[in-house]
Structures are given as structure tokens and as C-alpha cells.
């Protein structure tokens, strides 16, 4: 992949991964209070006092730094979240990145494909669009779909055999299991 192609999707999800950020800032926190603790604990076993009084010494860098940590954390943690609660472009950045995902994927698997579809659907939610507003489900790369399973529908299909059906694009089937579908439903009638 080019580096230019990487740099369309640098930060797609964004709204997804700030917050699990700060999930690990408050796991990292919560590390280094436990480090303090088995800190200041060696330092009550000691029976040195220089080496007591360096532990301490120690112990109370950590903590400064800790609560640092722990106050910038929640200032930005509150501000990322208000911004991002209603902040459109965040929304609309992440819709054409995974939609250039959609454009460009490689035909390698159809549940990868059917992922970033459910994601557009998502996004496109967030800032009053729906999906068909962006994307026509021709424009997505597709191998070709034998003649005799397009009217199920399908849609979309990849390397393997698997398929994207369905007018919603969210049910994914075998061609084999498309045809059984076909068949069942030709005997029904």
C-alpha cells in the first residue's frame, strides 16, 4: 500500500478511538498507582533509613506525575467528548475515509466489505445522510456475478465465492447457497 493510501485512513474512526485512549490513559494511571504502592511498601520494610527516605523519594515523583496524568486526562477527556458528541466534520471525515475504503477494497473478502458498509450506514446517520446519498452499490468493486444469481439479489461478490446480497447489503451468502435459496424459493410457488 502507498503512503498515500495509508494516509487516507490515518485516523478514520476517530470518534471510536479517543476514547479507548482514554480508557488506557486511566489503565496506565491506575499502573502507576499500583508501582507507588509497592513503592512506598518497600519503603516501610526497610529497615535503611537513606534507602527509605529514597524510596519515599521516588514514590513521590511518581505520584506528582500521576496526578498530572489523571488531571489532564479528564480535562481533555471532557472536552474530546463534548466536542465529538456534536462535532459533524469528525462524522463526515470518517464517512469519506471509510467510503474510500469502500471504493478500494480489493475483493479479498466480502465480510470486510460488509463491515465498512454497516459502518457507513452509522456515519452517514450522524450527519443526516443515508448511504445511497454517497454510494451506489455499483460503484463498489465487485467480481463477476454470474447471470443467474444477480436477480436474488446480489450485489457484490469476492474472490472466494461469497456474496453481498440483499437491498440493505447486509446479508452474505455462498453462490452455492444463494442458488439453494433460488431453488427453494422457485419450489414454494
Known amino acids: 500500500m502507498t503512503d498515500q493510501k495509508k494516509a487516507v485512513f490515518f485516523s478514520t474512526d476517530l470518534h471510536d478511538e479517543l476514547p479507548r485512549a482514554f480508557e488506557d490513559l486511566r489503565r496506565i494511571h491506575g499502573e502507576i498507582m499500583d508501582m507507588i504502592h509497592v513503592v512506598e511498601e518497600a ?7 537513606a534507602y527509605k527516605k529514597e524510596l519515599r523519594t521516588y514514590a513521590d515523583g ?25 462535532n459533524h466534520l469528525v462524522y463526515e471525515r470518517d464517512s469519506y475515509q471509510t467510503l474510500n475504503r469502500i471504493l478500494q477494497w480489493d475483493k479479498a473478502d466480502i465480510r470486510q466489505l460488509a463491515r465498512w458498509i454497516r459502518d457507513l450506514k452509522e456515519l452517514t446517520a450522524h450527519i443526516g445522510l443515508t448511504m445511497p446519498y454517497l454510494l451506489h452499490v455499483r460503484q463498489i468493486p465487485t467480481e463477476a456475478i454470474p447471470a443467474d444469481v444477480a436477480t436474488y439479489p446480489v450485489f457484490v461478490m469476492d474472490r ?25 424459493k422457485k419450489l414454494k410457488r
Do not use: H, P
Open 62 to 86: 511518581f505520584l506528582g506525575a500521576s496526578d498530572d496524568l489523571e488531571k489532564w486526562m479528564i480535562t481533555y477527556e471532557d472536552a474530546v467528548n463534548a466536542q465529538l458528541a456534536d
Open 43 to 49: 519503603s516501610d520494610i526497610s529497615t535503611d533509613a
Open 160 to 184: 472466494q465465492g461469497y456474496c453481498l446480497c440483499g437491498m440493505e447489503l447486509e446479508e452474505i451468502l455462498y453462490i452455492d447457497e444463494v442458488r439453494e435459496k433460488m431453488t427453494e
